[in-house]
DNA sequence: CGCCTATTTGATCTGATTCAAACAATGTGG
DNA sequence: CCACATTGTTTGAATCAGATCAAATAGGCG
């Protein structure tokens, strides 16, 4: 429980991202910056919820990188979706009780959890902010469909490109693309869970995109070196994202 | 426009779908009731709403059932979900104006259209409505979250029978199972489109499930002989699903 | 340095695809 | 009500994308 180590722009996450999806009103950023935050870091790798549990709080996500996941029967792994800052992953937990999936750390991480009562007055109250969460949950359902086209009908190359063009469009889109490079602090494996691959297939395919020079990814970090191929490659179409403006390229 | 052929229990059924999902009020339902519908019928395999399209209405599907379904560059198309009679389907286009995917009745098929503008007043002015409505788009993203589980981490044997065990829950949320039998209007290919393999793959699972004596698929039905085997086999848990009361077995 | 975890490589295997053709069902018009 | 066309299902054979197994190599870090 870090609460006086959060800066400034850590603490400004919240709102910034909200603004990225929908309008707000002077008063909405004030209600928003009185919210109560237990703000906690947590080690990489470590559950944050739990598949089951019946949370009372939301987390958002301050700094570092989080993923949603689930376990099957035969102990395999589907990575369901991955989180940048300025994201809230359980924000749906608002409304339906019983978490369906788990909440790791794929890096240290810092969250802030927000009470479901807080959260429930603001939505309440100010009807832009509801609207912005609500549409916080659609555009994350948006971007499970495109995963699910990705797992369905694209084969392992334009797959991992595919992803590679969201996660860049999204870091962008919360500021921390530096110079069509960004943190990834995920292994290959990791990469496997989350495109139904073998991490051996995943090391193969990430060669592959090398190779054409496309993109590498070395020492947790992505690097894009010719953005315009791999959206060719990907057949990557950002409006799926929903993304107000585009902080592109 | 069929506005006066729709029948009595046609223009209960969101009511009935709602209460199914969150408590309401009396007053709540008052409203819904009120609400203004314009009634039309389409024949099967007819887009309702495409790709790109900025629809100013959304569409509660009265009888029948449709799909979401996104079509790939090189033609490959992915099925995301199957509707049946309560689905408001596009209800995500409140706030989210431009389709990312189409909707298309498989069957022939009964939709109510209602504008935009009467389902924002109603989620102004009677927050259980709102919160309903919210929950039903956070229940398709549990529904997507288990469609890419199944997608990424499933084989085709177990996949299907998971598909058939959640469209089995879901018929019988809407009174539509009939003694573990019920209509279900889409060919081999539908199914290979919306489970990621080849309608021969498809055609060879299916004889696999019915050898196993779990399921039979002809004629557009779906029949159940052995509902504890076929859950076994998918390793079903209904959870994801959030049904209140669940009306099965 | 030495341990542990992640990546890379090679060889082999397999679940699922593709192609092609036969067959069944359903519908349509004469 | 039959003939024909169309669409959907079934079967077989060949092929392939990606999985699995196993072992070697490379990083990161206390």
Redesign the interface.
């Known amino acids: 429980m870090n609460f006086f180590n959060s800066d400034r722009s850590e603490r400004t996450r919240l709102i910034m991202k909200l603004e990225s999806i929908a309008e707000l009103e002077p008063q909405d950023v004030g209600t928003l910056a009185a919210l109560p935050l237990r703000v906690t870091d947590f080690p990489a790798r470590h559950d944050i919820i739990q598949e089951g549990e019946k949370p009372s709080e939301c987390c958002l996500l301050l700094a570092g990188w989080a993923c949603?996941y689930?376990v099957?029967?035969d102990g395999?792994?589907?990575i369901?979706s991955f989180h940048t800052p300025g994201d809230i992953p359980d924000l749906?937990s608002l409304?339906?009780r019983?978490m369906?999936?788990s909440i790791a750390s794929l890096s240290p991480i810092r969250v802030a959890f927000i009470p479901h009562r807080s959260l429930d007055a603001l939505i309440?109250g100010r009807?832009r902010i509801?609207?912005a969460f609500?549409?916080e949950?659609?555009?994350?359902?948006?971007i499970?469909?495109?995963?699910?086209?990705g797992?369905?009908?694209?084969n392992a190359y334009q797959h991992m490109a595919h992803l590679f063009c969201e996660l860049r469009m999204r870091v962008s889109a919360v500021g921390l693309l530096e110079d069509e490079s960004f943190e990834l602090p995920v292994t290959q494996s990791d990469l496997a869970?989350a495109?139904?691959l073998s991490p051996v297939h995943v090391n193969r395919t990430l060669m592959d995109l090398r190779k054409a020079n496309l993109v590498s990814f070395r020492s947790s970090r992505l690097t894009i070196h010719d953005w315009e191929g791999l959206q060719r490659a990907a057949?990557f179409d950002p409006?799926?994202l929903?993304q107000q403006r585009w902080k592109s390229a």
Chains 1, 2 share one sequence.
């Open positions: 949603r689930k099957i029967e395999k792994r589907q369901l749906q409304h339906i019983t369906d999936h309440q009807p509801a609207h609500w549409r949950t659609l555009i994350d359902a948006a499970f469909r495109e995963w699910i086209v797992l369905g009908r694209r869970d495109s139904g057949h409006r799926y929903h």
